[in-house]
């Protein structure tokens, strides 16, 4: 099944991931911590999903922010969240393998789950050809990914609410992996998890420089509220990391 697909039948569930441990109390606030200010800068939200981080960078002070997903269902999502709270955000259904064009590059470009939908080192490359030609000289790219280093035999992150399995295959850019994200009901999705070699090497052939990989850190809010202990699994084997880089 695509990604289009996937993500088509998640729908409105995929906002309910961000009141799971995992992304409330270490991906969330260590991503947004990682892309920093963005007042008064232009943000696209490549696989935007249903907005979250579009909405929370043009609260943020974002001049102009842009969600491309290849969703219609999630854009559709992003879009009636968008009418009901009305904060200048624009989506359209878009896939990063056939990017536009832009007449004006971005300042912040925003890669959340997007590299391991790509099939191939080939399809890969080219996303991120499109993500450079998108951007701003100088400009960052802020990626956030499955870490290439999960072991899937060693700590789960079940306990933060989600759970990570490889399915048995396997793609030219890495295993393929089941994530479910422990709602009621479950939501899983299939996507790859790229090895480190294939982001680096893509995003260097593109023309990013000064790649720099940056651990998921639990927030103090998170020890607060569940004690440092808790989080000991998380530290041991982390389930995603983020990358930035410069174009």
Known sequence: MSAQQQYDEIGEAYEGFKALPLEQY??????LALVGDVSGKSVLDLASGTGFYSREFKRRGATDVLGIDISGEMVAVAQKLEEHDPLGVRYEVGDVSTLRTFEQPFDVVLAVQLLNYAPDIATTELMCRNIHQSLKPGAELFLLNQSP???????????????????????????????????????????N????????????AAGFTELTWVPVEVSEAGVREFGADHWADLYANPPLEMLRCRA
């Open 193 to 204: 998890r790229p090895r480190r070699e294939v982001y680096e090497g893509c995003l260097k």
């Open 149 to 191: 280093d999960f072991r899937f035999d060693g700590p789960t992150p079940d306990k933060y609410g989600f759970r990570s399995e490889l399915t048995g295959e396997e793609a030219e850019t890495g295993p393929k992996v089941r994530t479910t994200a422990l709602l009621d009901p479950p939501v899983s999705f299939v996507a």
């Open 26 to 31: 270490a991906v969330v606030p260590g991503f």
